[in-house]
């Protein structure tokens, strides 16, 4: 009996496809709709390691390994924290009401 060939899989990583602006805004603005909060700093994370993770830690002035932790899933950031890492990332809030 001939040997079966073992397929191997791949985790899937959203981060691979946010490789522009638009992707990024429409990542964030799903993650937003969730209303989630771990899920938005898991989204935050996700974003931060497909722009470069070390690049933006630097930018916030956190370590790259503390901005691992606070922005996964397990993750509870301060809103201030929130801001730093949007700042880093080259975003912005922007409120509008839903009336």
Same mark, same amino acid.
């Given at each position: 009996?001939?040997?079966?060939?073992?397929?191997?899989?791949?985790?899937?990583?959203?981060?691979?496809?946010?490789?522009?602006?638009?992707?990024?805004?429409?990542?964030? !603005?799903?993650?937003?709709?969730? @209303?989630?909060?771990?899920?938005?700093?898991? #989204? /935050? =994370?996700?974003?931060?390691?497909?722009?470069?993770?070390?690049?933006?830690?630097?930018?916030?002035?956190?370590?790259?390994?503390?901005?691992?932790?606070?922005?996964?899933? !397990?993750?509870?950031?301060?809103? @201030?924290?929130?801001?730093?890492?949007?700042? #880093? /990332? =080259?975003?912005?809030?922007?409120?509008?009401?839903?009336?």
């Amino acid at each position: 009996m001939p040997k079966k060939k073992k397929t191997g899989t791949t985790p899937f990583d959203s981060a691979v496809y946010l490789d522009s602006r638009e992707a990024v805004n429409a990542y964030m !603005e799903e993650a937003l709709a969730t @209303g989630d909060p771990s899920f938005i700093a898991q #989204a /935050l =994370g996700t974003i931060a390691r497909a722009q470069g993770m070390a690049s933006i830690a630097k930018k916030a002035g956190l370590s790259r390994e503390s901005l691992y932790k606070t922005l996964s899933r !397990e993750g509870n950031p301060e809103f @201030g924290t929130v801001l730093r890492v949007m700042h #880093a /990332l =080259g975003m912005e809030f922007s409120v509008s009401t839903s009336r």
